[in-house]
């Protein structure tokens, strides 16, 4: 039996995502694998750099099973980046130290918006092979999401170059002026991303996320015009994986709580939610909908374990007993977290969300 069609010893996070019910709640991590753990870090010191280690299939396979040999979590998640896709489009990505990610090129004029196309598959090639990789490592242990930035998320460092100091105000600018080029990137991305991540269900994701980092900075007319169109034509090109099975979707707005009933219409079969939402008011008005994925404050990891055990727990009560909630943080992992305390919050998630659905 090929990887692809070995059935799943653990589907939770699947029938979770599809709001049936599952006998506990299931826990996944945003940056899972990361600067957190000892191991990772060995493994980037092997590699040489943090592009060295995401364009080798066999380290990124590796880093990607890190965490789950740790922890009993519900899902993987492939080891990659979500500049991906504007690094093949010869935009030249980069990580300087201290910085963050940076490219040599960007589309910040008109000869180069109008330069813009999307780039070939093939130039991705070690991102699919890592996620066949992945799948076949997993064995059917548990689902693996595949994932992509979205398209306003990356145009905003296409624009800036680099990170901007996380306001993006040539971005901002650009698209009050000049509608037209934005419209232009945007388009460009949303092709773009709609392929990357067929190719990543091609490959064998059983799940894939739209991570729209930056969206949250936009006025609400902004947002809609220019993330949430974006990602909602994103998911509408998606198509069905292999055997034509429904491949599930989840998108996150960080920032993006005011305009939740928006984002849940969008197409996807979750939300994903920061820590700034109220998850218990969130599931009243969309969990019907919609599956609910978050949303810890990643700093509640950097206190002490009594503290993780109960604001973990505080999350799984507010999340209520209906099906359709994955226990996630509302943002990625802090890099100083102490690997014991994520033990102890998939611990706290497993074994509160059992006794709490158990006595539904």
């Given amino acids: 039996m090929s990887a692809s069609t070995r059935p799943l010893a653990n589907d939770v996070f699947l029938r979770a995502l599809r709001r049936e019910p599952v006998p506990y709640t299931p826990v996944w991590l945003m940056r899972q694998a990361g600067r957190y753990l000892p191991e990772y870090n060995a ?15 066999a380290l990124a ?43 040599e090129r960007t589309t910040a004029d008109e000869a180069s918006i109008a330069a813009l196309a ?31 930035g979205s398209p ?28 037209d080029l934005m419209q232009r990137i945007i388009d460009v991305n949303a092709e773009a991303v709609a392929l990357y ?26 947002y809609r015009r220019w993330s949430l169109a974006s990602m909602r034509a994103v998911l509408q090109r998606l198509r ?8 599930p979707t989840i998108v996150f707005t960080k920032g993006g709580g005011q305009w939740l009933d928006d984002i849940a219409a969008c197409g996807a079969a979750a939300v994903g939610l920061d820590w700034t939402v109220d998850l218990a008011a969130a599931r009243q008005r969309v969990g019907s909908r919609v599956a609910l994925q978050g949303n810890l404050d990643p700093l509640v990891l950097l206190t002490d374990p009594a503290t993780v055990a109960r604001e973990a727990a505080a ?16 943002h990625g992992i802090q890099p100083t977290t102490p690997p014991e305390h994520v033990g102890v919050l998939v611990e706290t998630v497993h074994r509160r969300s059992r006794a709490l659905l158990a006595g539904a």
């Fill in 197 to 222: 991540l067929d190719a990543q269900i091609a490959a064998g994701a059983d799940a894939v996320m739209v991570f729209d980092t930056w969206g949250g900075l936009l006025s609400a007319a902004a």
């Fill in 43 to 57: 493994t980037r010191a092997r590699a040489g750099s943090f592009l060295a280690l995401a364009k080798t299939p």
């Fill in 118 to 148: 999307v780039p070939d598959m093939a130039r991705l090639r070690y991102v699919f092979d890592a996620v066949a990789s992945i799948r076949t490592a997993l064995a059917g242990r548990v689902p693996l999401i595949g994932f992509s």
């Fill in 315 to 330: 999350v799984v009560e507010a999340a209520g007993p209906a099906p359709g909630h994955i226990f996630n943080l509302g």
């Fill in 61 to 103: 396979t590796e880093v990607t099973l890190q965490p789950l040999d740790r922890f009993p979590l519900d899902a993987a998640i492939l080891f990659s980046d979500i500049l991906t896709v504007p690094d093949a489009m010869g935009l030249g990505l980069y990580f300087a130290e201290g910085e963050g990610p940076r490219f």
């Fill in 240 to 247: 069905p994986g292999p055997g034509g099975r429904a491949i």
């Fill in 152 to 179: 306003f998320t990356l145009a905003c460092y296409m624009i800036e170059g680099g990170g901007s100091g996380a306001d993006f105000a040539t971005v901002r600018k650009l698209a009050y002026a000049r509608p």
